[in-house]
């Protein structure tokens, strides 16, 4: 079944609730606080080299960063700690899956997307995508 623009408008349109989206709003905004984000991204933004192997020393341990660490690890332009960022990365990753590779193999159903995440193809405000939603035959031959 392939679809016009005016229909994608009411399918998004019928399935946001703003009530439903309000309700788990504080003050209007929703639970990712940019502010805060912002700010601790900006408060990290000279980090020394002690503290920057410090918490690569944590992530080795395979303890997790809170947002700060992470904001350190960000702010690093210093081309060595970099460099042992990306080996503590290969290390950890070793450790975590040793050699091997997962793969998974999604079967789409349908292309429609209330949201508006931009790196991707499906959001809302793509207007190039073609949407479409499979049959159930077509579901059963891409199976
Ligand atoms: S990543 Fe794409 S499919 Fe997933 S919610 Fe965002 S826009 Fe929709």
Redesign the pocket.
Known sequence: MSVNKQDIKDWSNARIKQDQVEKYMKYGKDFIDDDYISSTLDKCKQPDKKRIRDIIEKSLNIKTLNLEEAAYLINVQDESLLREMQEAALSIKKKVYDNRIVTFAPLYLGNF?V???L??G???SNKEAKRKVLSLDEVKKEI
Do not use: I, K, Q, S
Request: aromatic share 22%; hydrophobic share 10%; net charge positive.
């Open positions: 997307c949201n508006d995440c790196y991707c499906f959001r809302r």
